[in-house]
């Protein structure tokens, strides 16, 4: 189906009549653009203040452990490695690296679920550029 036949042209109607609703659907068409942009950022920053939410968890939950952990591990594996609480603090250290590495790929991957392209806006733009251009043509 075409634009001529959902739109009725009234005969009687003059170009300025034409030219103030072709002024009126431009504005709110405009003002739906932006009004659909600014929704699509929104729920795009919530995400992405979840993925940093995520990330400073982590980190603080990392913090905390390493600390207790390093202290634990490290005298127990320094006792059982005759003494040598050098030994227990390297392995210990290396168990939190990976421990934390876990979990900033965690917190990464939240902000990778998420598009930050605006791609609803985008193709709303490319139909309103269509639909402009087949008014043109009309």
Partial sequence: MSLREHTQ???????????RR?????KRLATDEVRLAKLELGENLRTGARGTLWLAV????????SSAATIFVAALIG???GG???VGALVTGLLEL?????????????????SYTL????????????????????
Avoid: C, N, Y
Avoid at 98 to 113: E, S, V
């Fill in 9 to 19: 042209i009234d005969p009687d109607v003059g170009i300025p009549d034409l030219i």
């Fill in 22 to 26: 072709l002024a009126d659907d431009s």
């Fill in 58 to 65: 982590a980190f603080g939950i990392a913090v905390v452990a």
């Fill in 79 to 81: 006792r059982l490695a």
């Fill in 84 to 86: 040598h609480m050098w």
């Fill in 98 to 114: 990976g421990l934390a590495l876990f979990l900033i790929r965690k917190g990464i991957g939240a902000f990778g679920k998420q």
């Fill in 119 to 138: 791609k609803e806006t985008r193709a709303s733009l490319k139909d309103t550029q269509a639909w402009v251009a087949a008014k043109r043509a009309d």
